[in-house]
């Protein structure tokens, strides 16, 4: 069974920092590039970060460059985003997803962590 749970969401003030992770398991996550998203209310879900399976960070979204990174650890089955200055621009649910190496698509979804920035 596939299961993508992500951890570390929560309330933050506006200049604080989160580190979520995405324990993945059910598949071979090492054939995977990962990916985290975002959906905030009323918005479109958007791509946030991506990464590839040997640890190449191919995406960062530009509203999010020079605060947020993106990694991995092949051995423990996790991707992690971690996040500085946030803003309350940042407030969203977000969702970690695996991508097919074969078709650059999204094979797998997190539930999803809210993450709320308090200005």
């Known amino acids: 069974q596939v299961q993508l749970v992500e951890s570390g969401g929560g309330l933050v003030q506006a200049g604080g920092s989160l580190r979520l992770s995405c324990a993945a398991s059910g598949f071979t996550f090492s054939s995977y590039g990962m990916g985290w998203f975002r959906q905030a209310p009323g918005k479109e879900r958007e791509s946030v970060a991506r990464i590839t399976w040997s640890g190449i960070i191919t995406y960062l979204a530009a509203s999010v460059k020079g605060r947020f990174t993106i990694s991995r650890d092949n051995a423990k089955n996790t991707v992690y985003l971690r996040m500085n200055n946030l803003e309350p621009e940042d407030t969203a649910v977000y969702y970690c997803?695996?991508?097919?190496?074969?078709?650059?698509?999204?094979?797998?979804w997190g539930q999803g962590t809210q993450v709320t920035v308090s200005s």
């Open positions: 997803a695996a991508e097919s190496l074969r078709t650059g698509r999204v094979d797998y």
